[in-house]
């Protein structure tokens, strides 16, 4: 239930943040290392091939950034559910809605400190190289930089007061445009955590 409520609560924007250098983090960093790699684990039953070198990219995306750091890795694609199954850092592919009550395309359950994250592509949306929310389509590489950010511990920008051009176009303000790469804000945030 823990884990449902910290999804929720980011996913409309109501969580609490804190500010550090511009960037916006949920509460603190998901690793308890950030020297190891982070390899996201997908299962080959449960996640299309089509989509495999969207999620090692949106990893890889945050790998090494300016003052941090944070190392990640490219995705495992394993047919082993023992292996699946035991991984601290996980990809799915399924219905978000059941998952969150919200139509998205796409989700991240992630407990500061936990040294795990689930990241989760809506398999009822299709992919494509722009966004259609209305008919449901979306950039698998931008949704899942923006849920790789929340797996390493960043929140959307915070909601209610105006925001700058750099967080308007960060990959983690939560928007239907491309953006495959963090930016300043994006790059403060993971900074500030790692």
């Known amino acids: 239930m823990k884990k449902v409520l910290v999804i929720i609560v980011s996913m409309v924007y109501l969580a609490t943040y804190s500010a550090v250098a511009n960037a916006y983090y949920l509460s603190g960093k998901v690793w308890t290392s950030t020297a190891s790699a982070k390899t996201p684990y997908a299962f080959t039953g449960n996640y299309p091939s089509s989509l495999v070198s969207a999620a090692s990219s949106g990893n890889l995306a945050w790998d090494s950034l300016s003052g941090s750091s944070l190392n990640t890795g490219s995705l495992t694609y394993t047919p082993s559910s023992n292996i699946y199954a035991n991984a601290a850092f996980k990809l799915s592919y399924q219905n978000v809605k059941t998952l969150t009550g919200m139509d998205v395309p ?15 592509l809506n398999s009822t949306w299709t992919w494509g190289t722009s966004f259609d929310q209305t008919n449901k389509k979306a950039v698998a590489r931008t949704v899942l930089t923006h849920e790789f950010g929340h797996a390493h511990g960043l929140d959307h920008p915070a909601l209610g007061g105006p925001m700058t051009t750099a967080e308007i176009a960060s990959v983690m ?22």
């Open 173 to 194: 303000n939560a928007t239907y445009s491309v953006k495959n790469t963090p930016n300043s804000v994006d790059i403060a945030g993971i900074a500030a955590m790692c």
């Open 106 to 120: 796409g989700a991240t359950f992630a407990i500061a400190g936990s040294n795990t994250a689930s990241v989760y």
